[in-house]
């Protein structure tokens, strides 16, 4: 494959969103660092003794939360994590006046969103979103406002910007130090460029990797999830390619019989708990003829390989290799990555 003619790859709007998420980065970080920001997320965030805390969003402003679930278990409260679509319909008894609503919507109007605010009377909500003027933004008690500007179609930018402003709330109920947050933050727009600007060999690598695979999955574990669920969810979306997440546990239960020669396999190696339970994942799936590669520091394909980073930022960096698939398969399948024919940006219906 090395004398291979290099993959074209449409530079759509989608293309120039991938591209930009080095600037939503530094552009979120500099919001969150603005003075009184921190002081006045702390004073709305301790300003009652919560019983429980709801974190909830829908597609992939719901995966976001999984890190900040496990920070919050690690603190010592007791989170619910729930699309808001359940929340709406099943869940509204959580929303009472001891109860922190956190909810996550990038475009701030989805029609989840515009119901939960119609619908609940009791609980505080706490706003992370992409656009300042919307619903959400207005009708919360406090909103964090990722900085990415306009995006185009599949989310990316304001994916990884929302990940960021929800690692900085993290620190914040771990009463960890602003500076220090800050600093340990401030690498990610970096780290992105990093590896963004090796995407024309990224291409040319996955062009071999992943030509003829029309089944894909992803695996991991622990704050992994966030990049595993919104990375079969923006495969679907960008390529119109069958794809699933699961936790790498969940896949032993059953999915192995799946394996076929057209399917697919990446498991994040994730973090440093679990990290060996996911090696061997990835080697008993090539024991078995698996189509399989390691996502993370150590893997062994450079497309996959992310830049070694404070933990903190493992999971904003994790969705890269899968944004770069998007573009791969897409190009492989003759098409243009992230370019919607029968979705829309804002989901506006039920």
Excluded at 108 to 132: D, F, I, K, P, Q
Excluded at 149 to 165: D, I, N, R
């Amino acid at each position: 494959m090395l004398n291979a003619a290099p993959l074209r790859v449409t530079e759509g709007r989608y293309f120039q969103d991938v591209m930009a998420q080095p600037q939503a980065l530094r552009a979120t970080h500099a919001w969150l660092a603005e003075p009184g920001r921190w002081g006045q997320a702390q004073q709305f965030i301790t300003a009652r003794d919560w019983k429980r805390i709801v974190l909830t969003g829908m597609g992939s402003s719901y995966h976001t939360f999984h890190p900040l679930h496990l920070a919050l278990i690690e603190a010592g409260h007791s989170p619910v994590m729930i699309e808001t679509s359940e929340l709406v319909h099943y869940g509204l008894a959580l929303c009472d006046e001891h109860t922190l609503v956190i909810a996550a919507s990038q475009s701030g109007a989805s029609a989840e969103t515009l119901r939960l605010l119609e619908l609940n009377r009791r609980a505080t909500v706490l706003g992370v979103t992409n656009t300042a003027r919307s619903d959400l933004a207005r009708g919360a008690g406090l909103a964090l406002l990722a900085q990415a500007g306009p995006e185009h179609s599949v989310s990316c930018k304001t994916y990884v910007a929302g990940m960021l402003a929800l690692q900085w709330l993290a620190a914040l109920f771990a009463r960890r130090d602003e500076q220090q947050t800050l600093g340990r933050l401030a690498a990610a727009a970096e780290l992105a460029a990093e590896y963004l600007q090796g995407w024309p060999q990224h291409m040319q690598a996955l062009a071999g990797r992943l030509r003829g695979k029309h089944h894909v999955f992803f695996t991991g574990r622990g704050s992994s999830l966030s990049a595993v669920g919104t990375g079969a969810l923006i495969m679907k979306e960008a390529t119109r390619l069958h794809a699933e997440g699961m936790s790498s546990a969940a896949f032993r239960h059953g999915p192995l019989e799946m394996l076929h020669p057209e399917m697919w396999i990446g498991v994040f190696a994730g973090p440093e708990p679990t990290r060996a339970l996911n090696r061997r994942l990835v080697a008993d799936l090539v024991a078995n003829g698996g189509y399989c590669d390691e996502i993370g520091v150590a893997a062994g394909q450079r497309p996959f390989r992310l830049p070694d980073s404070d933990p903190v930022l493992q999971p904003i960096l994790e969705i890269l290799p899968v944004q770069m698939m998007t573009l791969a398969l897409a190009a492989l399948a003759g098409r243009e990555a992230g370019h919607f024919e029968r979705a829309s940006k804002i989901t506006d219906t039920e």
